[in-house]
């Protein structure tokens, strides 16, 4: 936008030409796709919504269908958040302002590595080796001591395929990029700030509470809401991993769980036809409006909070 | 179609992967995996190599016309079950051998899509674990050359054991009738200790052990199979009918896992467990035995092979079509109950003599010898037995032109 002030740009060569006609192309391209996702779910999964339920399976609505699978994909999605957000922002932090350069970018490479791994792997690393863990170790423990609290209650699976299970894996696969935004936000910190902060006699974590965290508050939040994002579409470590009834279950430790809409799509797919195919489609765009609205709300956020440098 | 195709070979692609991982110390590990092509090709392929050549030679010598398999050539299509791709592969590999020209397609869509493919006249058979309903054979009229309609032939019977998980019983089998697996399934029985399963097994020591039932988390015909057995051996117990979706339409309760190599594992992974998956792909867990006409029977593929003999023929349409009521409570002990019976739905009369001698041919192939054979060395599917195998020729035979 500032360019257009510039007067001396008026003469417009050939590569300006080209170069504007591909980004508006780019532009245009992406406004297409995401039109045409919404119009086929909409339109294939119109008859799952309102289509006859005697000929589908189960559910006597599509809101007692789907309704479970909303409960299902938000629960594990805000339980991943839970555990990486905390998580990210201190391993951002450590690298950006503690650790010593050459174990900084190592760190920071081994963690983009991270978002490299495919959720199939995540999934069976997480069925194979961290549920039996947590089931021989962890859980039995939190079952007997904390059952008051109702999402410790019930009997603890004896798989290890609940809830926890799957939240843990989908903060560990969101955990990359999470770190990854809130370490360039952190760096980006201007070195004004954080001398000046120093200078009035601040410790390392004054400085990093008054000049670092609140700089990069926005970028954080928007991180953590592009890791939400993955965390709700997850699809095959879910479906690995979780061992799903139907209904709304809070205890996380229990072999009941609530699906997720992604996994359930996933499970159901290959063996679905007639109007089975149009609810679960359906569910697909009830997915696709919840993550819209967590961007919306996490864009609404970003902009309220501390914007950077013009604070 | 395309993209439930992938999305399919994906899923597949991932149990088999999962199952390498998990439970692969044995030789079912790889012998059943879709995905896993040498094991399914190698033992089929030089088998029929030198049978089938004077197989069809001799045998429809009597019958109108029917080139010898190894001259013909063509593309048949198929698609539908997805429980037979493997056996499909085995199929595919052992006819390869036969009938070099040809090339036998098959699209593991799901039974449901196969036979509404098959009706919208999009393949030149199915793979289904259900027959044709009757009204889908009305429509299969039109979409069949002739007025005859459609037969089905059980050609894939896959054995569905009941795996579990008691290392403390130390190598005894475990008996277990009709009405206790129900009620175990149905969250009625939940302690390994009851009563009703003592009863079953005396001088069997059982533990004070919660029993955790793992039940399929996708839809499945094992599950469909498995719920139908319940249903019909005990149905005081078990209310829900025969089921394809757990969580949708069953008792809840119990744990899910995706795939028969989910169940499997989910099973080995915590003691206590049970669970109902294809027998060939249990791996070194015990299997129960089941209660049939007074005694208990262990899992054998003969014993599971003898299910379509006591079965009824559900008639009616045409003396051709061997749709059947599988009967899970045989009279005699020798006939294991819980299988999965799948069937290949072709039409009675085709269009083109080319298409009758691929369908013959290749119909031919899987019900013979080497085609049986050929399914339980890549799927671990249950032979069909030489009374079955007579019946079939016969419906095979009758397969001709329209006119």
Known sequence: MPSSTITRATVTRRGDRVFSGLSRGAGIAILVILAGVATFLFVEGRAGIFGDTEEMSGSDSFLQYVGPLVFGTVFAATLALLFAAPLAVAVALYISHYAPRRLAQTLGYIIDLLAAIPSVVFGIWGITVLAPLLTDNIYPWLNANLDF????????????????????????????IVTAISREVFLQTPRLHEEASLALGATRWEMIRQAVIPYGRSGVISGAMLGLGRALGETMAVAIILSPSDGYFWSVLTNQNSNTIASNIALKFPEAYGLDVNRLIATGLVLFAITFVVNALARRIANAGFSGADG | MRFRTKRAVAVTAVASLLFAACGG????????????EPASTDAPADEPADEPADEPADEPADEPAPAPAAELSGTLIGA????????????????????????????????????????????????????????????????????LGAINLPHYISPIAVPYNLPSLDGTTLNLSPEVIAGIFANEITNWSDAAIAADNPGVDLPDLAINPVHRADESGTTENFTDYMAQAAPDVWTYGAIEAWDADGPGGGEGAPQTSGVVAAVAAGEGSIGYADASQIGDLPAAAVGVAGSFVEFSPEAAGRIVDASERTGGRNDYDFKIEVNRTPDSADTYPIALVSYHIVCLEYADQETVDLVKAFMTYVSSDEGQAASAASAGSAPISPEVQAEIAKSIAAISVAG
């Open chain 1, 149 to 176: 609290i109702p999402f410790f209650s019930g009997t603890v699976s004896t798989s290890g395929r609940s809830m926890l299970t799957a939240g843990l894996v989908l903060a560990v696969m969101i955990l990359p």
């Open chain 2, 25 to 36: 110390d044995d030789d079912t590990a790889d012998a059943p995996a879709p995905a896993d």
């Open chain 2, 80 to 147: 539908g079950a997805s429980s037979q791709a493997a056996a499909m592969q085995g199929w595919q590999a052992g006819f390869q051998a036969a009938a070099p020209g040809v090339t036998v397609e098959y699209d593991p869509i799901g039974s449901g899509g196969g036979r509404k493919q098959f009706l919208g006249g999009g393949s030149d058979f199915a793979g289904s674990d259900a027959a044709l309903k009757d009204e889908e054979w009305e429509s299969s009229k039109e979409v069949c050359a002739g007025d």
